[in-house]
């Protein structure tokens, strides 16, 4: 029997396999069963059978094809036992039995027949399905981290500072409704694409940028969900290589997450961009982010949202110091973006560029026409950045009212510390 050393150090090799292998498995398992619900579950049984049995029996060469083939012998086990219940309720319908039948005679052909191109057509099929816009956002958030991420509903739940059973409840709905609306496992084509594929890369960019700035809680990161985020971007990279926007999100994330060691000082608190020291930033990660910047623009056509923004970081990256950067370039890139994607947090990320290249006046004007904004009424950034350009205006009591305020709406702890201390910077001497 082996020990408790052994034993725990078996069950983190477990964890560390499924963590790369679940969505292979699952991908692969939902093209053969039609049902990604039914597909977790069988994948789910598989990573229970090696909990038992490899501590003792030893980890197999190929731990992957083993879990595969373990979760392919559960589906076939399920099959059948479906096929014997129709044939005692055959009220159920001979189309339910024809489409059984089907599927258990030709499970072995399904599965036999798979191969390193079926696995990227599974694993983009299992993307397009984890993102659907039949799916709430935020049951997008959580089924995509579940079957594409590997997480745990406990790690999802701990990430976003949401209870357990929550999102629990929106992966079960998710898989509820994927499968009510009999969503169909495959790569949308011609005009649905560009739909869909937004909606991926959403998913995706949500998840990074609640790593990148936690909306709430104690921590002003959360790095683990910028590192699922970029592996997921990563992969689908590999999966769409002529889709100009998944290039740009991975150039986006790579710049953005090169700043990452600078961006937290070592007590924990915020440092802001133009603070930053940039000898701390992952330069590597910078090299990446740009070359994949390079891909989007070699696709052709004009750059989309997230190339956009990529170009945007780029500007960050390639000054050495902040002094350098090209604020005019930056203006105007935010100008294209507005035009693309016209919204408020544009217009205030555009207001920022404009007053660091041709001054604080020329982007306070900008932030007062936003103030009129439904949807800026509680977003702390709008006073916060007005704030800022009063204090640089030498309108310190204004700036500090302002930063009090931004510092009253902001739900992150860290964030709203930063605030206080900026309000209380505010003096004339």
Not at 87 to 95: D, F, S, T
Not at 288 to 316: N, V
Request: include cysteine.
């Amino acid at each position: 029997m082996p020990g408790q050393v052994e034993t725990a150090a078996t069950h983190r090799v477990i964890d560390a396999v499924w963590r790369i292998e679940s969505a292979r498995i699952i991908a692969g398992l939902t093209r053969i069963v039609r049902d990604v619900g039914l597909a977790e579950e069988l994948a789910q049984d598989a990573l229970v059978a090696a909990l038992e049995r490899w501590p003792g029996s030893g980890v197999p060469d190929n731990p992957g094809a083993w879990l595969m083939a373990t979760a392919k012998h559960r589906a076939m086990d399920h099959f059948r036992r479906n096929k014997l219940l129709e044939r005692k309720h055959e009220e159920l319908g001979r189309e339910l039995e024809s489409q059984q039948e089907f599927a258990v005679a030709n499970f072995d052909a399904a599965f036999d027949s798979a191969n390193d191109a079926d696995f990227g057509d599974d694993l983009l099929r299992l993307v397009f399905i984890s993102c659907h816009p039949v799916l709430a956002t935020e049951a997008r958030v959580a089924l995509t981290l579940r079957l594409l991420g590997g997480l745990t509903t406990q790690e999802i739940a701990r990430a976003f500072l949401v209870p357990e059973p929550t999102i629990a409840q929106r992966i079960v709905r998710a898989k509820r409704t994927l499968a009510e609306a009999h969503v169909p496992f495959e790569v949308p084509r011609g005009p649905d694409l560009a739909a869909r594929l937004s909606s991926v890369l959403e998913v995706i960019y949500l998840v990074f940028n609640e790593g990148y700035s936690a909306t709430a809680g104690e921590d002003w990161m959360r790095p683990a969900l910028c590192e699922d985020a970029l592996r997921l971007g990563r992969i689908l990279e590999g999966l769409a290589p002529n889709e100009p926007e998944v290039h740009g999100l991975v150039a986006l994330m790579e710049i953005q997450a090169s700043r990452s060691r600078a961006r937290v000082s070592p007590s924990g608190e915020p440092i802001l961009l133009l603070d930053q020291d940039r000898t701390r930033w992952d330069h590597l990660l910078v090299r990446h982010g740009l070359a994949a910047l390079e891909r989007a623009e070699s696709l052709g056509g004009a750059l989309g949202p997230y190339a956009l923004q990529a170009a945007i970081a780029a500007c960050h990256a390639r000054a050495h110091v902040a002094s350098e950067t090209d604020w005019p370039r930056i203006a105007a890139l935010y100008n294209a973006l507005a035009q693309l994607t016209p919204s408020p947090v544009v217009e205030l990320n555009r207001a920022v560029a404009v007053s660091m290249a041709f001054g604080p006046q020329a982007g306070l004007e900008l932030v007062d026409n936003l103030i009129p904004e439904p949807s800026l009424k509680s977003y702390h950034l709008l006073p916060a950045v007005r704030a800022d350009l009063l204090k640089k205006l030498g309108r310190f009591d204004e700036a500090r009212a302002e930063f009090a305020r931004a510092a009253s709406l902001a739900q992150n702890a860290r964030e709203r510390t930063l605030l206080q201390d900026r309000a209380a910077s505010c003096t004339s001497s």
